[in-house]
């Protein structure tokens, strides 16, 4: 695994700011669209950091146009979870 060193980590607030951002604008813009729309200005290089983060832990999609989904959908999960459905 390549190390990567970061200047800053991110807050736990800015986090979920990037994910409400996604959420709301999913399937609509890339990176930088997304980055411009954040309610609070970030520097580019955390709001980066971020995206990494989410997408590692499955939570959005980036496709090859560089468009960005929000996949994480805890309300399913819970459901499945309900159903003795093993998810792997």
Known sequence: MEQLTVLHSPTLESVLMVEKTIEKYSQECGRYQLWKKLPRK???????????????????????????????????????????????
């Open 42 to 88: 970030m520097m580019y290089q955390t709001f980066q950091v971020i995206l990494d983060y989410l997408e590692q832990s499955g939570k959005i999609l980036i496709d090859k146009e560089g468009c960005i989904m929000w996949v994480f959908n805890p309300q399913r999960i819970k459901r499945l979870i309900k159903e003795d459905l093993v998810i792997r």
